[in-house]
């Protein structure tokens, strides 16, 4: 994965990163009025004002991870969007959602990375606010935690080609209808299919 | 791995006794009331400092979650959450529960003054490089081998890998390992001399120290310090150079360091057969790229004339 090293590709990772939660939390906005969703703890009182693409370039510039935490975290959001359907991303916990999930892949990931109550001050919540989504992320997704390389790297494929293709926006918007969450945007079947599977499936 | 709504782990479980008594928290022997079957209970203090979940508990179980299956790996059979008297957040890592570990089992027969019979060396050898081949197919760095945290039962002398804290997924590209890993004792040269980015053979230098251990009850390169550690193992193995070692002597912490030559293992590991001296001298290789891996050791004729069919 030497392509991670280079520079210029994070700043645009993030970006279209970014963009696209931002539009799946708004399709799930939509949605919403029309589904019984559960509340969970990820559930802000509040639509936070700062934007998706502001608070995760404040992750990045903070958290000082691998950069593959981003790529693993991405892979955590759409395992967790798998596992807990009811819950799917909206404005109200993408934030949440984000902070936690870059926390754990970095604490999973990195041998040498930041404690919770530095992430809690990054992601703009307490301490205690943020143990809590620890633990409810992490049982959240089984404690499914680990990457394959070969997940990881049909994640990462997916994402270098988009980023290829068009500058971010529109992407998201072209193939993203709707009525469709992260989980049908994104579900590669990672455990049981083999590599060859999932580009089959990404070229479908 | 349910979060619990009804029952909590105080209510499913009785403790029994206090084994043991980690960094985050004690295990007990505990009783699952439902079954009455004896599991080990992790407990793991949370929400009391900057931390959070520990590092250690979120990889240990992530990694036993898809490791648990193999015969020769600890098997986690559930994660609870419950409440200590305080009302603080604990897990509880439910347990598979063994009665020895290997550390132990050295221990008793350096008391008695008796050796390990060569037969049992052989089968504790083999589930280990079985397990330790399982873990590595799976992409697993256990980084911290050492028979503390070989588990075992002695009436079916049944060998298991646990304490999967220190694991690592090795296969994703990450800024750089620590070298703060592994006790000292079964610390590969290559850790110890600060390269940064090691590999499965790691896990094949504590084999090769664990193997010489239980045939001489007594620890191989016992060093009290990273540069004793080295030292001990320059003495036996004789101090690596360029030859043997391509790269050696550009790896962080290296220094020009007293010269010995290698002297004979037999010497140095007494009551092991050729075969057996032969296997550990594949696992001490220091290049790590010739060291054997556990796969290939357990095709080694050392493990010729044993009943596998068990194991």
């Known amino acids: ?204 | 791995m349910e979060k619990p709504r009804q029952i909590s782990a105080m209510e499913a479980f009785e403790k029994l006794e206090k084994v043991g008594e980690g960094t985050y928290g004690k295990v007990y022997r505990a009783r699952e009331r439902a079954t009455g079957k004896i599991v080990a209970l992790k407990k793991t203090r949370l929400h009391e400092d900057d931390e959070g979940v520990p590092p250690t508990t979120l990889r240990e179980v992530s990694i036993l979650r898809m490791l648990s299956r193999d015969p020769h790996v600890v098997r986690l059979m559930d994660v609870k959450q419950g409440q200590n008297k305080e009302g603080k957040t604990v897990l509880y890592l439910v347990f598979e529960y063994m009665d020895t570990d290997l550390k132990k089992y050295i221990r008793s027969f350096r008391q008695t003054g008796e050796n390990i019979p060569v037969n049992i060396v052989k089968s504790l050898m083999y589930q280990l490089c079985k397990g330790v081949a399982f873990c590595h197919g799976h992409g697993v760095l256990h980084r911290d081998l050492k028979p503390h945290n070989l588990l075992m039962d002695r009436k079916t002398m049944t060998l298991k890998i646990a304490d999967l804290g220190l694991a690592r997924a090795f296969t994703l590209p990450i800024k750089k390992y620590t070298h703060e890993i592994l006790t000292l004792w079964y610390r590969a040269p290559e850790v110890l001399l600060g390269a940064t980015h090691y590999s499965t053979a790691v896990d094949m230098w504590s084999v090769a120290c664990i193997f010489a251990e239980l045939v001489t009850k007594q620890a191989l390169f016992p060093g009290d310090s990273e540069l004793q550690q080295l030292l001990h193992i320059f003495r036996l193995l004789g101090t690596p150079n360029e030859q043997v070692w391509p790269g050696v002597s550009s790896l962080p912490n290296w220094h020009e360091y007293p010269q010995w030559s290698s002297q004979s293992l037999a010497s140095a590991v007494p009551n092991l057969d050729s075969d057996g001296l032969h296997l550990l001298s594949e696992m001490l290789q220091y290049d790590p790229a010739k060291r054997i891996s556990a796969k290939k050791a357990m095709e080694h004729p050392y493990f010729a004339d044993l009943n596998k069919a068990y194991l």
């Open chain 1, 1 to 204: 994965m030497a392509e991670l090293e280079n520079p210029s590709l994070m700043p645009n990772l993030i970006t279209y990163l970014s963009c696209l939660l931002q539009k799946v939390a708004e399709s799930n906005d939509v949605n919403c009025r029309f589904q019984p969703q559960k509340v969970s703890v990820f559930h802000g009182l509040t639509r936070p004002t700062i934007s998706i693409q502001s608070y995760l370039d404040r992750i990045y510039k903070y958290a000082n991870c691998s950069p593959s935490c981003f790529i693993v975290a991405y892979i955590y959001l759409d395992r967790f969007a798998q596992k807990q359907p009811t819950l799917p991303i909206n404005s109200f916990n993408v934030h949440r959602l984000l902070i936690t999930s870059v926390m754990v892949a970095a604490k999973f990931m990195d041998d040498i990375y930041y404690n919770n109550a530095y992430y809690a001050k990054v992601g703009g919540i307490s301490r205690t606010e943020m143990n809590y989504l620890e633990v409810d992320f992490l049982f959240g997704l089984g404690f499914h935690l680990n990457v394959a390389p070969n997940t990881f790297h049909t994640y990462f494929t997916y994402l270098q080609r988009e980023l290829m293709l068009q500058p971010p926006p529109s992407i998201a918007e072209s193939s993203l209808s709707l009525d469709r969450s992260l989980k049908v945007h994104l579900c590669f079947n990672e455990e049981e299919s083999s590599h060859q599977n999932q580009q089959q499936q990404l070229a479908v």
